[in-house]
């Protein structure tokens, strides 16, 4: 069975919405590198339900009149990227957690780089609030969309992201 995508535009580019029939399976990335998230077939199909759903929340979101999505998730994934992606759902709007943080709510407090590692795999990027994640240090770490799109999302969600690129060079654009 193939997926379903759509491709619409936000203030940080073009995202590609994937959606099975049970729910969103990924928001990728303009410049997203294919080998990030695997898919099986896709097919272009701008009126799927669940993409038209998530097209609308994403632009309020991005509007600042939402803070939490409704859209059904399909997410795949290891059992253990399941359970990372799950932790970030519970990171609320407009705070950021450390991969530290993560690895000890999951109660592996070793697991930071593994905790990493499946952030970086997250498929559904805006929705599973990866852009939540800060280094240890409280800089901005690595993100698929890019810091500058990471730093956008975190400024909307009310935060100043001066506090977490002073003197890191991680940041090319300053905070509004």
Known sequence: ???SYKLVS???GILKLVASDEGLVAVLWERDDPRRVRLSELAECPEHPILV???KELKEYFAGTRDAFTIPLDMRGTDFQKQVWEALLGIPFGETR???QLANLLGNPKATRAVGA???RNP???LVPCHRVIGFSGKLTGFAGGL???AHLLRLEGRDVSLFGRGSGYLT???N
């Open 148 to 150: 500058d799109a990471k």
């Open 173 to 175: 654009q300053s905070p």
């Open 1 to 3: 069975m193939s997926l």
């Open 118 to 120: 499946a952030n970086g």
């Open 10 to 12: 936000s203030p940080i």
């Open 98 to 100: 450390t991969y530290g």
């Open 53 to 55: 759903s998530a097209e």
């Open 124 to 126: 559904l990027a805006i």
